[in-house]
């Protein structure tokens, strides 16, 4: 079952009040990139999370401009237009791409690694100076096309969420990769990707065009290395060097605020004429994936987004089951009217948890391996002045406790946002807030410590609903579960989604 939104308001929940749907996609909705004030807090444990700093510039773009910048990577072009830039006052370092991989101890497994760059730089996931060697896993020249990191459960491969390279996957936007803890082997494991070194002969011309197409389209063919635009007005295109057995073509098409996308199945050893693929306003991919213990299968968050009549952004999203041998999908059961956010599995193996909100509550959810409905885990009643939504919980290594991301939004006159970090006892009859946050912070993308004894996190300022977005700045802190103190792991304003090793030791 998926769960159905409006980009615009609607009417939900008591006293008529109008509501948002929170759990925004983040592709093609508008992007508020807010740079996170200067706190002064050093890496050691603190009382509390810097206090939120008033007056804050917002700097606004359409997540319609992140799609083209990876484009741009992907296929430069002299006439692409960058994004806009938030300059901080004091340069922060950033990761730069390299030709080859850092040199690492052989079998290296880092205890952690989290994101870095700037948004409108190179960011990479990288093992940071103090967890040793500092290295850089990814070797990408996006701007900050991240949007969750974790390990496997017996730590031998990290996953992750990308738009990188997506123009070479069927038809998502943004998909999952794995690579061994050491950077290697990294491979598109969603969307039908076909590595170019891995297609095989023959190969062929494919001639088409593009219909229904608004913008500059450009077009490639599963286990071609490049794009190939198409012609302006007739949106006639040529690719040479199709490999014969490529299963699928596939066109993306930049409009003035929107973006028009198509794929059409390939068989071209019957049918090698020329082809024609249908565009329209619309995408899907994958926000967060989370692995079974045995490794063969995981859990994500997959959406899909379309226009509605009124030209407004509508958009699914759906808990799905992923094989990764077979590559078939099976989609969690929830009760009609709910919304998901998203997944994780259990250490033993034998039950996901999610977290689901309808009109009046916030839930946890437990589903068997199957994707099963195994009912509600716990729920928590909207205030009266609140929305409440329960986003991406994350099972402890030992199981006995789910940590996840308590959702406010006040909506009662000037709305506002915040994030909180919340535990629950794997029964549900333990609940404790870790981090309270101020209005407009915003703790998110938890990763437990070692022997459960704390919780990293990602922490930033947004006066505005990030939903699926990454924020323009932010910092990697921890809080300990039973003390409730905090420290500060990064001040550079461009670390992201920390990952701990299920192994590591000291985290």
């Known amino acids: 079952m998926s769960s159905t939104a409006s980009g615009g308001e609607r009417r939900r929940g008591r006293a008529g009040r109008c509501l948002r749907e929170i759990a925004g996609l983040g592709l093609f909705l508008m992007l508020m990139l807010i740079p996170i004030a200067a706190t002064g807090c050093r890496s050691t444990e603190q009382e509390g999370l810097p206090t939120a700093t008033p007056d804050i510039a917002l700097l606004e773009t359409r997540t319609e401009a992140q799609l083209a910048a990876r484009l741009t990577a992907i296929?430069?072009?002299?006439?692409?237009?960058?994004?806009?830039?938030?300059?901080?006052?004091?340069?922060?370092?950033?990761?730069?791409?390299?030709?080859?991989?850092?040199?690492?101890?052989?079998?290296?497994?880092?205890?952690?690694?989290?994101?870095?760059?700037?948004?409108?730089?190179?960011?990479?996931?990288?093992?940071?100076?103090?967890?040793?060697?500092?290295?850089?896993?990814?070797?990408?020249?996006?701007?900050?096309?991240?949007?969750?990191?974790?390990w496997s459960q017996d730590g031998s491969r990290l996953y992750f969420v990308s738009s990188h390279d997506f123009a070479y996957s069927r038809g998502n936007e943004r998909n999952v990769f794995a690579m061994r803890p050491d950077g290697a082997e990294l491979a598109m494991i969603t969307g039908e990707n076909l590595p170019p070194e891995d297609a095989q002969g023959p190969f062929v011309v494919v001639r088409g065009r593009v219909t229904g197409a608004a913008g500059s389209c450009k077009v490639t063919a599963q286990g071609m290395a490049g794009l190939v635009d198409a012609d302006g007005i007739t949106g006639q295109f040529v690719l040479e060097g199709v490999p014969e057995q490529a299963a699928w073509v596939r066109a993306i098409c930049q409009g003035d605020s929107i973006t028009y996308q198509g794929s059409l199945d390939l068989n071209l050893a019957a049918a090698p004429g020329p082809v024609e693929i249908p565009v329209s306003a619309g995408g899907s991919g994958w926000r967060d994936v989370s692995s079974s213990p045995d490794g063969q299968r995981f859990v994500g968050t997959y959406y899909e987004w379309s226009l509605d009549d009124n030209d407004e952004v509508i958009y699914q999203l759906q808990g799905s089951l992923y094989d990764l041998d077979t590559g078939e999908y099976a989609v969690l059961e929830f009760p009609e009217g709910m919304t998901f956010h998203g997944a994780s599995w259990s250490?033993?193996?034998?039950?996901?948890?999610?977290?689901?909100?309808?009109?009046?509550?916030?839930?946890?959810?437990?589903?068997?391996?199957q994707g099963v409905s195994l009912g509600e885990l716990l729920q928590v009643e909207n205030p009266?002045?609140?929305?409440?939504?329960?986003?991406?919980?994350?099972?402890?290594?030992?199981?006995?406790?789910?940590?996840?991301?308590?959702?406010?939004?006040?909506?009662?006159?000037?709305?506002?946002?915040?994030?909180?970090?919340?535990?629950?006892?794997?029964?549900?009859?333990?609940?404790?807030?870790?981090?309270?946050?101020?209005?407009?912070?915003?703790?998110?993308?938890?990763?437990?410590?070692?022997?459960?004894?704390?919780?990293?996190?990602?922490?930033?300022?947004?006066?505005?609903?990030?939903?699926?977005?990454?924020?323009?700045?932010?910092?990697?802190?921890?809080?300990?579960?039973?003390?409730?103190?905090?420290?500060?792991?990064?001040?550079?304003?461009?670390s992201y989604l920390p990952a701990v090793h299920p192994s590591a030791d000291g985290f």
Do not use: C
């Open 75 to 150: 296929a430069p072009s002299p006439t692409a237009s960058p994004l806009p830039t938030d300059v901080p006052d004091t340069p922060v370092p950033t990761v730069e791409p390299t030709e080859t991989p850092t040199p690492l101890p052989t079998g290296f497994v880092p205890p952690f690694v989290l994101v870095r760059g700037q948004p409108n730089e190179a960011a990479n996931i990288v093992v940071p100076e103090w967890a040793e060697p500092a290295s850089v896993l990814t070797h990408f020249t996006e701007p900050l096309s991240f949007y969750s990191v974790r």
């Open 384 to 494: 009266e002045d609140q929305i409440l939504t329960i986003v991406r919980p994350v099972w402890s290594q030992d199981g006995a406790w789910i940590a996840y991301e308590l959702h406010r939004w006040y909506w009662w006159a000037n709305e506002r946002f915040r994030t909180d970090l919340v535990v629950a006892s794997a029964d549900g009859q333990t609940v404790n807030p870790l981090v309270e946050t101020e209005w407009g912070w915003h703790t998110t993308h938890l990763s437990w410590g070692s022997g459960a004894e704390r919780v990293f996190f990602q922490y930033f300022q947004s006066e505005v609903d990030m939903g699926g977005l990454m924020p323009a700045r932010a910092d990697v802190f921890s809080v300990d579960v039973e003390s409730r103190e905090t420290t500060r792991w990064t001040e550079d304003g461009a």
């Open 347 to 369: 250490p033993d193996g034998e039950r996901i948890v999610g977290g689901l909100s309808d009109e009046e509550k916030a839930y946890l959810w437990l589903w068997d391996t």
